[in-house]
């Protein structure tokens, strides 16, 4: 019995491989799809969302129960054609004065969350943002703010508006920035964020290309 199924087994993976080389014959073979990788800093105020936001990006679904980050995490992204390595780094007071260890080299982009509902903790957030802005290995990267939580008070105005936000953070000046409102906890705005950043990395490699 135990032959035959052998048998049966061999018979079906030599017909697939007939079918495929018959398929690679007329169609041609299939394009391989090729991931561009960029290391991506991913900051903000403890309890702003950061942490959700990626589990919502990788997963596509609502994130369960979040931990505070207490030391970094290292969460794959891909936002096509880029596989973004994001390293979410804990947001802590404590935390904040090692930020700068992980601005890397090769770091390619920051991604600053803020949480839209809690009026209160944005110039806490401005003034955490502006030692990394002045940072020399992050002041020309693209910058993707998130504005998250945004479905707290009203989607369209919520607790803080785009426009406090901007100023607050001082994101009228920069080249490459984008604000996105967004909520991690129904998923709306967070792909819109990623395909921005994206597009914004593919702007850049290809100014360094026409450069050198």
Not at 36 to 61: N, Q, Y
């Amino acid at each position: 019995m135990s032959s035959l199924y052998e048998k049966l087994l061999i018979a079906v993976a030599a017909v697939r491989i007939i079918c495929y080389k018959l398929k690679t014959a007329i169609f041609g073979a299939p394009t391989p799809i090729v991931l561009l990788e960029a290391r991506v800093l991913c900051l903000g105020l403890d309890g702003a969302g950061k942490t959700s936001i990626l589990a919502r990006a990788a997963s596509g679904e609502a994130p369960g129960a979040v931990e505070p980050t207490s030391g970094f995490h290292v969460r794959p992204i891909v936002s096509a054609p880029w596989r973004l390595e994001l390293w979410d780094i804990g947001g802590a007071p404590a935390v904040r004065p090692f930020w700068r260890r992980y601005a890397a080299p090769e770091t390619r982009a920051l991604v600053w969350v803020v949480d839209a509902s809690d009026a209160a903790r944005l110039a806490e957030s401005a003034a955490a943002l502006a030692p990394m802005l002045a940072e020399p290995r992050l002041a020309r990267l693209p910058l993707l703010v998130f504005a998250n939580k945004a479905d707290i008070g009203g989607w369209d105005a919520g607790v803080v508006t785009d426009d406090a936000i901007s100023a607050a953070l001082g994101l009228g000046g920069r080249a490459e920035c984008q604000l996105v409102r967004c909520s991690a906890v129904d998923g709306r705005g967070v792909a819109d964020g990623f395909e921005w950043l994206a597009r914004a990395l593919e702007r850049r490699e290809q100014a360094i290309r026409e450069r050198t």
